[in-house]
């Protein structure tokens, strides 16, 4: 099966942010003529707390997110976005929620799971503020310019402390680096080909439930996970291309980890040294609710 190569899913690459900065090298009259395309990074979300109002991951409250959620998130993961955008007190709720998740002083004391929740809130509340700033739009990757203007994933921080933070940045710099390798079954791009966006805030005290819960939602369903038994193939989401090292060194690592997650029917398949694997085209379609098949 073919898969995406060029960007990995949510975040630009290396090599897309060297193009992004030759392009901006080249001088100003090429700028000046692509002007209509060259905008810069939008206003950071959130708000910037004095230090003194600052606080630990543990202290910050996602009821809001979590009541938002349960209003605009179906059972799949589908977001009703118009709706959403047409309800301008529940936009500005966002918005709200947004700038209390700037309270969060990363340099304090936190739980390993509070640190995980937080992120993992932070970069789905974004992604969904982000949409809402360009819906109506058919897909994320409408918005993710690789050289000149605008990329939702690098040009639209929040402020968390006392430092603003890209949905790459959270990805990469904070959640990948947690040692929790099922963030890649919670954070959500916006698309078909993500796992569902969870209709309930992440937590702390919940969180082991949670990311158990949404991965083994993430390979029940075929989209992502298909087997063959006869021919001895698996074909799973390009997740596990993009990202597969995060879960182990080598394909019998990453799927050691993953089995007890796989139905019961592929976990002998997907731990057989034998068993090919290929990845599955990712599909950016909008997650909207109204496009919903």
């Known amino acids: 099966m073919k898969h995406l190569a ?45 230090n003194s109002k600052q606080m630990s991951f543990e202290a910050i409250d996602h009821t809001a997110w979590n009541t938002l959620l349960q209003k605009y998130v179906d059972d799949d993961g589908y977001v ?13 709720a966002l918005l709200n929620y947004l700038a209390d998740l700037g309270r969060a002083n990363p340099a304090m004391s936190s739980s390993p799971q509070a640190r995980v929740a937080f ?15 360009e819906y109506p739009t058919s897909s994320i990757r409408n918005h993710t310019a690789r050289v000149f203007g605008y990329n939702i994933w690098q040009d639209l921080p929040l402020k968390v402390g ?8 959270i990805e990469h710099e904070k959640l990948r680096k947690l040692g929790e390798p099922r963030i890649h079954f919670a954070i959500v791009c916006a698309s078909v080909g993500c796992p569902r966006l969870l209709n309930q805030a992440y937590t702390a005290a919940g969180l082991e439930r949670q990311l158990s819960e949404n ?3 993430f390979f029940s369903r075929r989209q992502n996970f298909r087997v063959d038994a006869k021919r001895g193939r698996i074909d799973v989401s390009s997740i596990l291309d993009w990202f597969g090292t995060d879960f182990g060194a080598n394909q019998s690592e990453q799927f050691r980890y993953l089995k007890k997650f796989l139905p019961d029917s592929a976990q002998r398949l997907a731990t057989n040294p034998r068993t090919t694997v290929g990845y599955l085209d990712y599909d950016w379609s909008l997650n909207d609710q109204s496009r919903k098949k």
């Not at 992120?119 to 700033?133: D, F, K, P, R």
């Open 215 to 217: 991965t083994r939602d």
């Open 162 to 169: 006392n430092s603003e933070y890209s949905l790459e940045a």
């Open 119 to 133: 992120w993992i809130n932070a970069y789905n509340a974004v992604t969904i503020e982000g949409i809402l700033q």
């Open 6 to 50: 060029p960007l990995p899913k949510g975040c630009g690459n290396s090599q897309s942010r060297l193009l992004r900065w030759l392009a901006l090298t080249l001088g100003a009259g090429l700028l000046m003529v692509g002007s209509a395309q060259t905008a810069q990074a939008k206003p950071a979300l959130g708000k910037q707390w004095p």
């Open 80 to 92: 009703a976005y118009a709706k959403w955008q047409r309800n301008k007190s529940d936009h500005r």
